[in-house]
């Protein structure tokens, strides 16, 4: 059984910096993207960042240009994200996502692509 575990969530002032890790272990599997995802309460669940490994392009949701970087080890099965400049609209449980089927041309922003899911690490952002 593949397993994601996040971890380095945390109440965060604004303004503040925080970097989430994400870990995959416990099988063997091929990996072609992993990407980060949040949802907040009663919302519903956003595409963050992602990283594409067959080309190591990094992609990220507009809302989070310029303040966070994704990263990580595609031989680790490591994953990062840098967040800077946290803001309250940040708060939520960010989820680590990794795809292990092949596609030619998709969107790296789609949840449903993607085959493997952490089980969540709480960034809150006070003001």
Do not use: H
């Not at 890790?21 to 963050?48: D, N």
């Not at 507009?62 to 967040?83: C, H, P, W």
Request: aromatic share 12%.
């Amino acid at each position: 059984q593949l397993r994601l575990s996040e971890s380095g969530g945390r109440l965060v002032q604004a303004g503040g910096s925080r970097r989430l890790s994400c870990t995959a272990s416990g099988s063997t599997f091929s990996t072609y993207a992993m990407g980060w995802f949040r949802q907040a309460p009663e919302k519903q669940r956003e595409y963050v960042a992602a990283v594409n490994w067959n080309n190591n392009m990094s992609y990220y949701d507009d809302s989070v240009k310029g303040r966070f970087t994704i990263s990580g080890d595609n031989a680790e099965k490591t994953l990062y994200l840098q967040m800077n400049g946290l803001q309250p609209e940040d708060t939520a449980t960010y989820y680590c996502a990794l795809r292990a089927r092949s596609y030619t041309v998709v969107l790296l922003s789609l949840p449903e692509t993607y085959d493997y899911w952490g089980q969540g690490t709480q960034v809150s952002v006070s003001s």
